[in-house]
Structures are given as structure tokens and as C-alpha cells.
């Protein structure tokens, strides 16, 4: 399953938000440097899915705020 993520950055607290189908906002505490957000975004989204972490992956969009990410089960 592949769903369309988009992420803020430098919140206070971690969030998912399902917006509509295959379509989140996820919220991190991690400042987007040297992928760090992107690590966040991966744990966030597998504890809101509740699978492992290297089940998810960012298909496309490493540097963007936009992402496609990946489910594979």
C-alpha cells in the first residue's frame, strides 16, 4: 500500500492525521537535518500502523515535505 504523507516538522508533539484515503499529515519533533526527520516519520508511522519499522519506506520525496511512503506487510 502506498499512501501520500505529509510532514511538519519541529512540533511539540508526534501526530498522524488521516486526512482521507492514503492521504496522512505526520507530525515530528525532529528538525529536517541529515534525515532525521525521515527516521521520525518512519517509527511515528509504524507505531500508528502498529508493523515494524523496516515494513515502511519513503518511495519518493527524501528532501520534501511531501513524501510517498511505502507499506509493505
Known sequence: MRMDV???T???KTN???KGFGNYEVWV???PYKGMAN???ISVLANY???KPYNLRI???LTSSLKVV???S
Open 29 to 31: 519533533k525532529a528538525p
Open 39 to 41: 527516521k521520525e516519520v
Open 16 to 18: 498522524v492525521i488521516k
Open 49 to 51: 500502523f502498529s508493523v
Open 6 to 8: 505529509s510532514v511538519k
Open 70 to 72: 511505502e507499506l509493505r
Open 59 to 61: 518511495v519518493k520525496g
Open 10 to 12: 519541529r512540533k511539540e
